[in-house]
């Protein structure tokens, strides 16, 4: 089984990407390429290169930030939302088919 990830460039593009349930959003996207998430700690949680922000509509499906996600938050590029996640820490499963990530503009 595979699901469906969505990300939003800030100029409007989208790209889809597709992922097996278990992975994190940051590895599934690495895997597919985008070069939007920088992931130069490949998922440790000790930078803050594979910033996004969940869409409105996801929000309540994917958990808020917590402890030291939270506090690397803190520390991205782009300011972080309302919304805003560490892809690394966001674990893909069914329920998150059709998952929609607005990428920032940039992660440095």
Do not use: F
């Not at 998430?37 to 409105?56: N, W, Y």
């Not at 929000?59 to 930030?65: H, I, Q, S």
């Amino acid at each position: 089984m595979t699901i469906t990830v969505h990300l939003v460039a800030p100029d409007g593009q989208r790209e889809s990407i597709r992922a097996k349930p278990g992975q994190s959003l940051m590895r599934a996207a690495t895997n597919a390429g985008i070069e939007r998430i920088a992931a130069d700690c490949g998922g440790c949680l000790t930078c803050a290169t594979c910033h996004v922000i969940v869409d409105a509509a996801w929000a309540e499906r994917v958990a808020t930030a917590q402890g030291e996600e939270d506090d690397m938050l803190g520390l991205t590029a782009v300011p972080r939302q309302p919304h805003s996640r560490l892809s690394c820490q966001i674990d893909l499963s069914a329920e998150l088919d059709g998952l929609v990530v607005h990428l920032p503009e940039r992660q440095y």
